[in-house]
C-alpha cells in the first residue's frame, strides 16, 4: 500500500533555531514530491521536488530530495515565530490510473518560541 | 482575484440528510479535487477530475459524490451523510493534474459537523 510518512509530529523550537523536518514515502510510480504550509487555514504551496539530489530554495526555506533512498527533507534556517505551521508532505503519482492523486503524510507541526 | 472558493464555510447537520459542498475556481484549471483533513490522519484525497466530465476516486470515495459538468464547478456530494463524515473538508485546483508543474490552490475550506 502507498504512503506517505513525515517525522517528527511534532516540533518546538525557539526563535533563531534551524529545523529539519523529514518526508518518507513508498509509492508506486513516483511523479513528484510536494510541500506545503497550512496556517489556520488552507494549505499553501512552498516547493516541488521531481529530481534527486537537486535543491530547491526559498529564501530561508529548502527542500532536496532523495529517490533512491525515497526521502525529501525541508529545511528552515534561523526560525521565527510566523514559521509556525503544519508542514505537509505530499507525493503525485504517475500512470494513466494514477496521475491526479496526490498521498499526503500525517504532517509536521512545527511551533516557534520567541 | 484567482481564487478558488468554498460554501459553505461551517454546516452542522444530521445523519442522513443529502448535502451538497459547491467549489468555484475562477482560473480555468482543468484540474480540480477534494480532500478530507482528519487529526493525525493529514490530507485524504476523496475525489479528482481531470477535466469537464471526467472524474476519479481518490483514497476515500465512499459516502461522496462529484460531478464536474462545468470547469469552474465541482461539488462534492454527501447523499447520507453519517457522524464519520465530520471533517474539514478541502476543494483544490490547478491547471493540469496535481503533482505535474503546477500548482495546487486550496479554498477555504468546509468544517462538517455531522450529528
Redesign the interface.
Known sequence: EDKVVQSPLSLVVHEGDTVTLNCSYEVTNFRSLLWYKQEKKAPTFLFMLTSSGIEKKSGRLSSILDKKELFSILNITATQTGDSAVYLCAVGRSGSSNTGKLIFGQGTTLQVKP | EAQVTQNPRYLITVTGKKLTVTCSQNMNHE?M?W?RQDP??????IY?S?NVEVT?K??VPEGYKVSRKEKRNFPLILESPSPNQTSLY?CASSLR?????D???????TRLTVL
Do not use: I
Not at chain 2, 500548482?103 to 475550506?109: D, M
Open positions: 484540474y479535487s480532500y493525525g490522519l493529514g490530507l485524504r484525497q479528482y481531470m476519479d481518490g483514497d478541502f493534474a496535481a503533482g505535474g508543474t500548482t495546487q490552490y486550496f479554498g477555504p475550506g
